[in-house]
């Protein structure tokens, strides 16, 4: 059975691992807009044994590949890239974080216990619209915000969550050009309905700013610890 320790690793080696796989794929995808890469496109063969094997076909390869090339604007090679990496992100990190270990109090300490828990909602939150999502547009459910909600409510805290984090303050540790980087996000949890789209209420930007920050959160704790 793993330790606290052990699985605390596991789960922050998850967000280093898909915040590199992030840029990586963000770099793909930006390649495959510039230059025609479909008649690179060849089968890839997976052995399961010697006698079984699965194929990755070429033909559904070059079908994202052309795509990509002749309607760059579409960006769904890119969708699917970033949105992978942020549910991912945030997953790893909501566990890492509700686990009674070093690396809570780590950021516990960081943002006092009131900003803490309005990260933490806030990373849940992205996690349950991106697990649960079948819409194009990424239109919430019910069950995306409403056990968030009642968890602030219970805690008497405010829906109307406003979580700023600016780096030369926050985490000075962390050697930054500019005093001033870093990002506010808002989400009011007692206005969300069955309407909202979530892409309203975060932008790309912000999301990416959030993944940035869980990136960085396992940076320092690795060199303080």
Request: hydrophobic share 45%; with cysteine; aromatic share 14%.
């Amino acid at each position: 059975m793993q330790t606290i320790d052990e699985l605390i690793e596991d789960a922050i080696l998850l967000v280093e691992q898909n915040f590199y796989f992030l840029h990586a794929g963000e770099f793909f995808a930006k390649l495959a807009k510039e230059e025609e890469l479909s008649s690179k496109a060849q089968d890839i063969i997976i052995c399961k044994d010697e006698i079984t094997s699965y194929t990755i076909h070429s033909q559904f390869i070059k079908v994202v590949l052309q795509d990509a090339y002749k309607n760059p604007n579409l960006g769904m090679f890119e969708y699917f890239i970033e949105f992978s990496a942020i549910r991912s992100i945030c997953m790893a990190m909501v566990e890492a974080i509700r686990l009674e270990g070093d690396f809570r109090v780590f950021i516990q300490n960081v943002l006092g216990e009131e900003r803490f828990e309005d990260f933490y909602d806030i990373l849940s939150f992205i996690r349950n619209v991106l697990s649960h999502n079948v819409h194009s547009e990424i239109r919430l459910s019910f069950k995306d915000f409403d056990g968030t909600k009642r968890r602030i409510f219970r805690q008497r805290r405010c829906p109307n969550i406003i979580f700023t984090f600016i780096y030369s303050a926050d985490l000075p540790s962390l050697a930054l050009l500019e005093n001033s980087y870093g990002f506010s996000v808002h989400a009011d949890f007692e206005k969300m309905n069955e309407e909202s789209l979530f892409l309203d209420i975060f932008s790309t930007w912000e999301l990416l700013m959030i993944c940035e920050l869980c990136f960085n959160f396992v940076q320092v704790y690795r060199v303080q610890k």
